[in-house]
C-alpha cells in the first residue's frame, strides 16, 4: 500500500500516526485531511511538513460532495480513520456536533471509499481507530475484550459505537476491507489541554486549581501514545480483513492517584516544596453519567501480533511533563488560540 489517507492527522493522536509513517514510510504517500477544528493544530507536525512523502489538506469529513471528489482525485490505496470530535465533556453539551463528525463524516468516508474503490478490496483497506468507552463502564473487576458487548453511556461513546457499526456493516454488506482497534486512554505529548493529562500539568505550571471530578476514584487505563500510533501500524499492516483489536496499557490507575503522583513529579521539575502542586488539587462536580472504570485486555494484540506497551507510566509521564516544560511556546499558543493562525501562514494558498 502506498498512497495513505490519514483522517485527522493534525489532532494529538493523528499528529504520532502521521510521523510514524512519514518517517518510517518514505515510499508511502501520506496525505493528512483535517477540519482544523479546536482540536486541530498544524504546529503538531512542524518538524515532518517539509518531507517529500507527506501533503497537508484542509477539509471535512462530513462534507460528502468534497470527500467524494477527493477520493476520485486523489485514489488513496488506504485509509486510516482518526477525525473525530474527542471529548467527552464536549459531548455532553453538544451532542449533535458528535453525531455529525463521528457518525455521519465515517458513513461519508466508508461511503466514497466504496464507490473509489469498487469492489476490488484486497488492494485497500479502511481502518477505523476507536475507543474502549463504547464497551461501557466496568465494576472494580474484569476487563473489556473484543467479544464485550457494546454499551456506551456518554454522546461521545455513542457516537463511536455507532461509527463502529457502520464500519462492520460495511464490512458485512459490501465486503470493504475495513479492521477496527479500540484503545484505552492515550497520554504524552501534543495533547490538548482540555484533557485531565494536560489540563492538570497547565494549571499545576500556573498554580491555578487542579479538578477533580467527583471523589476522584474513576479509574482509566492509560497507554503512551507513541504506543498506540506503534500499534495502529502494526495492525494496519497485519491485521485480517474484518478483524478488531483492542490496545490497552496494562496501566490502571484512579484519577486521585494519578493526579498526586502528577504532583510530585512537577513538585520536583519546578523545584517546589513537596505537596505544594498537591495543595492544588480542587474536588468538583462530577461528570455526568461519569464512567466508573476501564481496563483493557490486549491479549490477542500480544499474541497475534506480538505489540506490547513500551514504556512505564512513571517513566511516560515524567517525559510527558518534560516536554509541556519545555514546550510552553506550544502551550501558549493553544491556550491564546494563535495556533490557528498558522494554517493561514502556511497554507493560505489552499484558501483561494
Ligand atoms: P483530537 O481531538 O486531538 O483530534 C481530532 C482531529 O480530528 C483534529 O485534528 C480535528 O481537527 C479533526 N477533525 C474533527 N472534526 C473533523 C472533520 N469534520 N473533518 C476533518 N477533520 C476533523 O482527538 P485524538 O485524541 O487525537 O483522537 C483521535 C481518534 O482516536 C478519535 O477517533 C478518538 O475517538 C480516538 N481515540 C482517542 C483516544 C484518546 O485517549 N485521546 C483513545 C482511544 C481512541
Ligand atoms: O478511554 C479512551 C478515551 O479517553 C478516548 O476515547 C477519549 O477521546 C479521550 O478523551 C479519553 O476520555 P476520558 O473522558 O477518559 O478522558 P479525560 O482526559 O477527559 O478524563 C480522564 C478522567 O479524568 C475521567 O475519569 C474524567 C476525569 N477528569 C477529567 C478532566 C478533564 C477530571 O477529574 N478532571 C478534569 O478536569
Given at each position: ?41 498544524l ?58 463528525t ?31 468507552e ?20 456518554s ?5 463511536k ?10 464490512h ?10 479500540n ?48 500499534a ?121
Amino acid at each position: 500500500m502506498k498512497k495513505i489517507l490519514i483522517t485527522g492527522g493534525a489532532g494529538f493522536i493523528g499528529s504520532h500516526v502521521v510521523r510514524l509513517f512519514v518517517e518510517k514510510y518514505p515510499d508511502y504517500e501520506i496525505i493528512n485531511l483535517d477540519k482544523l477544528t479546536y482540536a486541530g493544530n498544524l504546529l503538531n507536525l512542524t518538524d515532518i511538513e517539509q518531507s517529500a512523502n507527506y501533503r497537508f489538506i484542509k477539509g471535512d469529513i462530513t462534507d460528502t460532495r468534497f470527500i467524494r471528489e477527493l477520493f476520485q482525485v486523489e485514489n488513496p490505496d488506504a485509509v486510516i480513520h482518526l477525525a473525530a470530535e474527542s471529548h467527552v465533556d464536549r459531548s455532553i453539551s453538544n451532542p449533535m456536533e458528535f453525531v455529525m463528525t463521528n457518525v455521519i463524516g465515517t458513513v461519508s468516508l466508508l461511503n466514497a471509499a466504496k464507490e473509489c474503490w469498487q469492489g476490488n478490496y484486497d488492494r485497500h483497506r479502511f481502518y477505523h481507530v476507536s475507543t474502549d468507552e463504547v464497551y461501557g463502564a466496568l465494576g472494580e473487576t474484569g476487563m473489556f475484550t473484543e467479544n464485550t458487548a457494546y454499551d456506551p453511556h456518554s454522546p461521545y461513546s455513542a457516537s463511536k459505537a455507532s461509527s463502529d457499526h457502520f464500519v462492520r456493516a460495511y464490512h458485512d454488506t459490501y465486503g470493504l476491507d475495513v479492521v477496527i482497534s479500540n484503545c484505552s486512554n492515550n497520554y504524552g505529548s501534543h495533547h490538548f489541554p482540555e484533557k485531565l493529562i494536560p489540563l492538570a500539568i497547565n494549571n499545576i505550571k500556573n498554580n491555578k486549581p487542579v479538578p477533580v471530578y467527583g471523589k476522584g476514584e474513576n479509574v482509566r487505563d492509560w497507554l503512551w501514545v507513541e504506543d498506540h500510533a506503534r500499534a495502529i501500524d502494526t495492525i494496519f499492516h497485519q491485521a485480517k480483513a474484518g478483524d478488531t483489536y483492542n490496545i490497552g496499557g496494562h496501566n490502571e490507575w484512579k484519577n486521585i492517584d494519578l493526579i498526586h503522583l502528577l504532583c510530585r513529579i512537577m513538585d520536583e521539575k519546578l523545584g517546589r516544596t513537596a505537596g505544594e502542586s498537591a495543595a492544588l488539587i480542587t474536588y468538583v462536580t462530577d461528570r455526568a453519567g461519569h464512567d466508573l472504570r476501564y481496563a483493557i485486555d490486549s491479549s490477542k494484540l500480544q499474541n497475534d501480533l506480538d505489540w506490547v506497551p513500551s514504556l512505564q507510566f512513571e517513566e511516560g509521564l515524567k517525559k510527558t511533563v518534560n516536554w509541556y516544560l519545555e514546550n510552553q511556546e506550544w502551550l501558549e499558543n493553544v491556550t491564546s488560540g494563535h495556533y490557528q493562525d498558522y494554517y493561514k501562514q502556511q497554507y493560505e494558498y489552499n484558501e483561494q
